[in-house]
């Protein structure tokens, strides 16, 4: 007996797979039918999808292992212990290594993706405060060169060095005139070097300097003192700017003011440093310290006991010159 075998098929009997919509059943199990083969595909790798199930795993087996290491009953510092410690961190290394591969892969992480990106709030940082103020003196340079071509008297306004006072009229004086208003200039103009720029105008042009408009004003005092000067001149008929011989003055009576008492108290000490010790004693002196700064090889008995001398003599004259400055401050007092 003979039994016919039909290749694998699928059959078409879904109705969507008819022209007509209607299901046809055949008419005997062993006829053959238009069939497609099934043809295996292999899935499309992911491999953001095989680093995300690798993290999750990782993190899973770690906190597996520190669950059983916490509830397990295992002794602190033993073998069991630290080699739970042992497998956890070289899976924290392993997940790490993991998490940074899938930075470069997973182009489209589940995180927050903002629709708008606002401005930066909050406190400027170094960088930007520097440019801004780059900018700014870049762009106040260009203006006050404007300026300068378009009022070059500006630039003879303040002469010479200029005070902090001087620089912030200087300024608030460019800045009402790019503004245009020339109502409020006087109060902004220096009076001293106007005069000035007016006299080296004048000494330019061949004639006599102006005379000297406004000035630091006297005092009540100087004015009164002036004008009695005046009064008295006029009464012994001379000017006041006469070169009368002056007499010397004469001695002053009455106690002395405390500065000028001190000052005829004795000095103790050389006037000056150079008159402290001769030319050859400087030079004895200078070889003794420079030998003195340098390390003794071996003892020196005879050095030894000139230093103790030494010592002994300076011991005095500091003690002798901190009576005496002592003594004068009691004096002082």
């Not at 008419?27 to 993290?55: C, D, E």
């Amino acid at each position: 007996m003979v039994v016919m075998m039909t290749p694998l098929t699928i059959k078409t009997t879904h109705p969507a797979l008819f022209a007509t919509g209607l299901a046809t059943p055949p008419m005997s199990p062993n006829t053959p039918v238009k069939s497609k083969p099934v043809i295996p595909t292999a899935p499309i790798v992911s491999y953001a999808q095989l680093r995300k199930f690798h993290v999750t795993a990782l993190n899973y087996q770690i906190a597996k292992l520190r669950w059983e290491q916490n509830n397990g009953g295992y002794l602190k510092g033993e073998d069991a212990w630290l080699g739970h410690n042992n497998v956890i961190a070289k899976l924290e290394k392993e997940l790490k290594d993991v998490q940074e591969a899938q930075k470069g892969l997973d182009r489209f992480p589940n995180c927050f993706a903002p629709t708008a990106f606002p401005k930066p709030h909050g406190p400027p940082s170094k960088e930007q405060l520097d440019e801004e103020r780059k900018l700014k003196a870049e762009e106040t340079k260009v203006m006050d060169a404007e300026l300068d071509a378009q009022f070059p008297f500006i630039k003879q306004m303040f002469i010479g060095p200029r005070t902090k006072q001087q620089a912030k009229n200087d300024r608030m004086l460019r800045d009402l005139m790019k503004e245009g208003d020339f109502d409020d200039l006087s109060m902004l103009l220096p009076s001293k070097n106007m005069r000035m720029l007016m006299e080296g105008q004048a000494k330019k042009a061949g004639g006599a300097p102006p005379p000297p408009s406004g000035g630091p004003k006297k005092t009540y005092e100087q004015v009164r003192l002036e004008k009695e000067a005046e009064k008295v001149a006029a009464m012994r008929k001379e000017s006041p700017s006469g070169g009368a011989a002056k007499k010397p003055r004469a001695p002053r009576i009455g106690p002395l003011t405390r500065e000028e008492w001190i000052a005829t108290l004795p000095r103790f000490g050389p006037i000056t440093k150079a008159e402290a010790m001769l030319p050859a004693q400087r030079e004895q002196r200078h070889a003794i310290l420079t030998w003195l700064r340098k390390p003794w090889p071996v003892f020196d008995p005879d050095a030894a006991d000139l230093m103790v001398d030494l010592g002994r003599l300076a011991v005095r004259k500091l003690d002798q010159e901190t009576k005496a400055v002592k003594k004068l401050r009691e004096v002082t007092r």
